[in-house]
């Protein structure tokens, strides 16, 4: 009788001991997990920005981001243009230009825009342009041209003040005959012809996809053997942005 007794009380010491375990497990599992730890802050965030802010700075800066594209028709006097992006980057875009004084002169070309600076408030870039100019008239001249550009525009929501510097580059070839009773002689030479250039802006965004730009320029042909004169331009452009890509100080 003692070894029964005894070993009664084994087994529901055994059945206690495991009940309390099975309550200690339970409560265990509705336990709150921890909270999860902060992941650490990027050095760098990118901003979204509404599509119109991005198209206006695409257009009036230059260096559109990937998939960003965009066309420019600019009338004035004395020149007037029709301007093409297409952004193959996060920093590059492609260019095509063609430029027109009064219809005499025109210059296409092809080139690269660069951002170097590219804040939610400021952007800059910098193009450079390859092509080739026809001028007819009284003074007929062709020849390859080049161009360097730096672009910069202040980001003020749906209006952009811009400013463009640029420097014109253009190799004139010439040919001079020299007739002779017994013979013809043709001799070429070369000159170079540069044409400083600055325009001062503003770009508007009236839709999502659609915009106008205002500005004077100035642009002296064959500096400084010419004169230069004033002009003014009014611009529409239309396209399409990703966006706005920008350090830690985006946002102030």
Not at 86 to 96: C, E, K, Q, T
Not at 120 to 128: P, Q
Not at 224 to 246: K, M, N
């Amino acid at each position: 009788m003692k070894l029964q007794s005894t070993l009664a009380a084994l087994v529901c010491s055994a059945l206690a001991a495991g009940d309390s375990f099975a309550q200690t497990v339970a409560l265990e599992s509705q336990a709150p997990s921890p909270p999860a730890l902060p992941a650490a802050a990027d050095s760098a965030r990118v901003v979204l920005l509404p599509l119109s802010r991005g198209l206006l700075a695409d257009v009036v800066a230059g260096g559109a981001g990937a998939g960003g594209w965009g066309i420019t028709v600019q009338g004035g006097y004395a020149w007037s243009a029709l301007r093409g992006y297409y952004g193959v980057g996060h920093r590059l875009a492609l260019l095509a230009d063609v430029e027109t004084a009064l219809a005499v002169r025109w210059r296409p070309a092809l080139g690269l825009s660069a951002k170097w600076v590219d804040t939610a408030r400021l952007r800059i870039s910098g193009d450079v342009l390859l092509g080739w100019l026809f001028q007819s008239g009284s003074l007929p001249r062709r020849g390859p041209s080049g161009e360097l550009r730096i672009r910069a525009a202040v980001l003020l929501g749906r209006v952009a003040p811009y400013l463009v510097l640029a420097t014109k580059h253009t190799i004139i070839p010439d040919r001079t005959v020299l007739q002779k009773a017994d013979s013809t002689q043709i001799t070429w030479t070369a000159r170079h012809e540069w044409t400083p250039w600055g325009t001062l802006g503003v770009g508007i965004a009236l839709t999502p996809r659609l915009g106008l730009d205002v500005g004077v320029d100035y642009g002296w042909v064959d500096a400084p053997q010419s004169v230069a004169i004033p002009g003014f331009h009014l611009g529409l452009y239309f396209g399409g942005a990703s966006g706005l890509r920008c350090g830690a100080s985006c946002g102030s």
